[in-house]
Nanobody, 125 residues
């Protein structure tokens, strides 16, 4: 089992920045990709960004490309999501996820085995 705990959410204004963290614990040995998803009220959970283990290749949703950056610290088993130039439409609960199976893009929730509880991010206009 792997436990994921997100932190760093909060209320910001449009144009501001915020950094989310996700710390993994438990069975963290082995190679796994980590991703961020978000879910706004009344909407499905959607992919935001992902990073694989092998070469730190990153993947982004078009809606956040150029504004968000995902990174990981393997020594600390932690993944980060730096969010810049935030918009009201970024408002959602943000979830961290970890997956051990290979995927070409890690865009799908089915690519992941473990999920965090989520952290609320609210962007006011």
């Amino acid at each position: 089992q792997v436990q994921l705990v997100e932190s760093g959410g909060g209320l910001v204004q449009a144009g501001d920045s915020l950094r989310l963290s996700c710390a993994a614990s438990g069975r963290t040995s082995g190679n796994y990709a980590m991703g961020w998803f978000r879910q706004a009220p009344g909407k499905e959970r959607e992919f935001v960004a992902a990073i694989n283990w092998w070469r730190a290749v990153t993947y982004y949703a078009d809606s956040v490309k150029g504004r968000f950056a995902i990174s990981r610290d393997n020594a600390r088993n932690t993944v980060y999501l730096q969010m810049n130039s935030m918009k009201p439409e970024d408002t959602a609960v943000y979830y961290c996820a970890a997956g051990y199976r290979y995927s070409p893009y890690y865009h799908d929730t089915a690519d992941y085995d473990y999920w965090g509880q989520g952290t609320q991010v609210t962007v006011s206009s």
